[in-house]
C-alpha cells in the first residue's frame, strides 16, 4: 500500500500523537502526516500539570513538546481545536467536527482517554474539579491561592500528587479514598504504607473506605459528604477518580473495543488501515502473559507510537517494550517498572529511612515488576531485568550485600 497519495491521519495531538508525527519522519517518511487535536494549541506534555505547573515552577510554553517552528520544518500538520467525529472506513476519511473531511491511507487513533465523572450529587457545582487538560491546570492554578481546604476525592496519582502540591502550598487538604489504602490498584500493600506515611507526615488526611455520597454547597460547593455520615469541608473540591478510554469514535465505526481500542501485537486494528496507540489503546502484553491490557502512561504512549511508525515505514515489530510509570509527590519519587498487579510475593530492598525502597514483586518464580520510592538505580536496573527475562532469587534481593547491577549486566 502506497502511504504517499493520501498520507496518514493520525486523531489525537497528546504525547502518542504527537510521537507517531515525530517518529514517521524520523523513519523517512515523506508523505503527508496531519494530527488531529481537540485541544488548542500545539502538543503539550501533561504529567507536569499536576506537578511542576501547578507549583509555578514551569509555564504552558515550557509544557510544549516542541516549539511551533518544530512542526512547519518537519511538515507536520496540526489541526488544533477541531474534533474527529466519524471514520469512513470504506472511502478512508475522517470527518471533523467543523464539516471538513481528510482522507487518509493509513489512520492512527490516539485519541488518549478522559477523566471518569463522579455520579453524585452536587458534582456540577462551581468550586469542584478535574486535573487533566492544561485549561483544567490553569483553572486550577487560578484559583489555588484563595482557598483554605481542599478535598481530594481518589487516592490515585492524580489526587495524591494535587494532595502534595497542596500541602507544599500549606493548604489544608483531605484526601477521601472508597478503598483501604492509596494506590490499591497500582502498587503492593507495602509501597502504599511507605507513601501513605509520607503524606500524612507532610499534613495530608486520610480517610479510607469512604465513599462520596454528595458535594454539598449553595451556589459552590462547600463539602464532601460521604455515605457514612462525614462531612469533609471544603472550598475546593479535586475528583480523580481514574479514566475512561476514548473509544466511541472506533466503536462507531464498527471496530471491536472492550476497555480500550483492541489491537493485535502490532498495534494494529481488525481494519489494517487503521491503528490505535497510547491511553485508548487495549493491547496483548508479553508482561501480562499475553493478557490485553491498557496502559495510561508517557512510556506507552512513546514506544507504542514509535512501534507503529516503525511499521509504517517497513521496520514491522511486535511490541514488547517494558512498561514503566513515575509519579512526583512532594518529596517521593515513585518509579515502577513491568506490571507489578497481581502478585504474590513481594521483597523489599533498601530501606524508607536510609533514602529510599524497592519492593521486587514476582507472580510464581517470576519477577514481574519492582516499585521503587527514590531509588532511581534500582529502577533503571528493574526495567533492563524485565526485558531481558532475567530473574534474581528473592533471597538474593533482600540481601544488601548482593550486586543487583552486575546480576542484571550478564547475559541472558
Not at 469541608?233 to 480523580?240: E, N
Not at 495510561?296 to 511490541?319: I, K
Not at 497481581?342 to 515488576?369: E, I, K, M, N, T
Request: with cysteine; charged share 20%; proline share 7%.
Amino acid at each position: 500500500m502506497s502511504l504517499r497519495m493520501n498520507g496518514i491521519v493520525v486523531v489525537g495531538a497528546g504525547q502518542a500523537g504527537f510521537q507517531l508525527g515525530a517518529s514517521l519522519r524520523e523513519g523517512g517518511y515523506r508523505g503527508p502526516v496531519t494530527l488531529v487535536g481537540d485541544e488548542p494549541g500545539l502538543p503539550y506534555g501533561r504529567p507536569p500539570l499536576s506537578k511542576a505547573y501547578m507549583l509555578g515552577k514551569t509555564d504552558a510554553a515550557g509544557l510544549a513538546l516542541r516549539p511551533e517552528a518544530y512542526y512547519a520544518e518537519h511538515a507536520i500538520a496540526v489541526r488544533a481545536g477541531t474534533r474527529a467525529v466519524a471514520i469512513d472506513r470504506r472511502d478512508r476519511r475522517v470527518g471533523l467536527a467543523c464539516g471538513d473531511t481528510l482522507p487518509y491511507d493509513h489512520l492512527v487513533l490516539a485519541t488518549g482517554s478522559r477523566n471518569r465523572p463522579l455520579p453524585v450529587p452536587g458534582a456540577d457545582l462551581p468550586g469542584v474539579h478535574q486535573l487533566r487538560t492544561l485549561a483544567d491546570a490553569e483553572a486550577l492554578r487560578t484559583v489555588l491561592a484563595g482557598v483554605a481546604a481542599v478535598a481530594v476525592v481518589g487516592a490515585g496519582f492524580i489526587g495524591l500528587e494535587f494532595a502534595a502540591v497542596c500541602a507544599q502550598k500549606g493548604i489544608a487538604v483531605t484526601v477521601i479514598e472508597g478503598l483501604d489504602r492509596p494506590l490499591s490498584r497500582s502498587v503492593s500493600p507495602g509501597m502504599a504504607a511507605l507513601i501513605e506515611a509520607s503524606h500524612a507526615a507532610a499534613g495530608v488526611r486520610f480517610l479510607f473506605g469512604a465513599a462520596v455520597a454528595a458535594i454539598e454547597g449553595e451556589g459552590r460547593a462547600a463539602g464532601v459528604v460521604t455515605r457514612d455520615g462525614r462531612t469533609v469541608p471544603a472550598d475546593l473540591v479535586l475528583v480523580g477518580i481514574g479514566v475512561l478510554p476514548n473509544q466511541d469514535l472506533a466503536e462507531a465505526a464498527g471496530l471491536p473495543v472492550a476497555n480500550g481500542i483492541a489491537v493485535d501485537a502490532m498495534l494494529l486494528t481488525d481494519d489494517p488501515a487503521v491503528s490505535a496507540i497510547g491511553d485508548c489503546a487495549a493491547h496483548p502484553s508479553p508482561h501480562a502473559e499475553g493478557a490485553r491490557v491498557r496502559l495510561e502512561s508517557v512510556q506507552n504512549a512513546v514506544d507504542g507510537a514509535r512501534c507503529v511508525a516503525a511499521r509504517l515505514t517497513g521496520r514491522p515489530a511486535a511490541y514488547t517494550a517494558v512498561p514503566w510509570f513515575w509519579s512526583d509527590q512532594g518529596p517521593l519519587k515513585l518509579q515502577i517498572a513491568g506490571l507489578c498487579m497481581p502478585h504474590d510475593r513481594a521483597v523489599r530492598r533498601g530501606a524508607a529511612d536510609a533514602g529510599g525502597v524497592s519492593v521486587f514483586c514476582y507472580r510464581g518464580d517470576r519477577l514481574v515488576g519492582v516499585e521503587s520510592l527514590n531509588r532511581a538505580g534500582d529502577h533503571m536496573i528493574a526495567r533492563r531485568l524485565l526485558q531481558t527475562g532475567l530473574t534474581p532469587e528473592p533471597e538474593a534481593v533482600a540481601d544488601p550485600a548482593f550486586d543487583l547491577k552486575a546480576f542484571a549486566l550478564r547475559p541472558a
